[in-house]
């Protein structure tokens, strides 16, 4: 199973807006509404901001919002902040009943 | 407040075998669809799925990984534990436990321990 592609990095001033693609295909993102995504400062474990494609666990700021087309996820950071400055994964789950992570993004706030 | 502990052996030697045990608590595994994973991260690079119990004892394990992987779950301790066998260097990584409420819900995280493979 070949992890899910992200962008190596993305980058944005503070108050853009950034968004981070995820590509799997017709057997996990395509499939399924299990796609999760995930922001990691360094040294910390994953936090989860959305799950179900589009769902915001309770504390997660509404100015992160996830979609998907097709086989590719998608999550978009509005109004971005220092903090938001982090590395970001996404997850889906697999025709396998198994799960598989995005290579991982950095995001970086100019 | 849910929490997730995850405790084992820091250093292992190449084949040997590694268990760890992830205690949690404000929830039960008894309760209809919750589940935990374990999931690793070596350092450095991503995050990989490693295996899944359910509250009704389903086990689920990364197609790469199963044949060295064994999850299994103790209710009346609120423990899960992982074992997996014929360790080597490139097993090296943070391991995390993650209480699941549904089939994408990876929430909250254990803090991960570090587990290093060297001899």
């Known amino acids: 199973q070949s992890a899910l592609a992200q962008p190596r990095s993305v980058s944005g001033s503070p108050g853009q807006s950034v968004t981070i693609s995820c590509t799997g295909t017709?057997?996990?993102?395509?499939?399924?509404?299990?796609v999760s995504w995930f922001q990691q400062h360094p040294g910390k474990a994953p936090k989860l901001m959305i799950y179900?494609?589009?769902k915001r666990p309770s504390g997660v700021p509404d100015r992160f919002s996830g979609s998907k087309s097709g086989n590719t996820a998608s999550l978009t950071i509005s109004g971005l902040q220092a903090d938001d400055e982090a590395d970001y994964y996404c997850?889906?789950?697999?025709?396998?009943?198994?799960?598989?992570f995005g290579t991982g993004t950095q995001v970086t706030v100019l | 407040q849910v929490t997730l502990k995850e405790s084992g052996p820091a250093l292992v030697k190449p084949t040997e075998t590694l268990t760890l045990t992830c205690t949690f608590s404000?929830?039960?595994?008894?309760?209809?669809?919750?589940?935990v994973s374990w999931i690793r991260q070596p350092p450095g690079k991503a995050l990989e799925w490693l295996a899944r119990?359910?509250?009704?004892?389903?086990?689920f394990y990364s197609t790469s990984l199963k044949t060295r992987l064994t999850i299994s779950k103790d209710t009346s301790k609120n423990q899960v534990v992982l074992t997996m066998t014929n360790m080597e260097p490139a097993d090296t990584a943070t391991y995390f436990c993650?209480?699941?409420?549904?089939?994408?819900?990876?929430?909250?995280w254990g803090q991960g321990i570090l587990v290093t493979v060297s001899s």
């Open positions: 179900d494609v589009t």
């Open positions: 993650v209480r699941m409420s549904s089939y994408s819900s990876f929430d909250p």
């Open positions: 119990i359910d509250w009704d004892d389903d086990k």
């Open positions: 404000g929830f039960s595994l008894d309760t209809g669809a919750m589940r």
């Open positions: 017709t057997s996990d993102v395509g499939r399924y509404a299990y």
């Open positions: 997850c889906s789950y697999t025709a396998r009943f198994t799960y598989v």
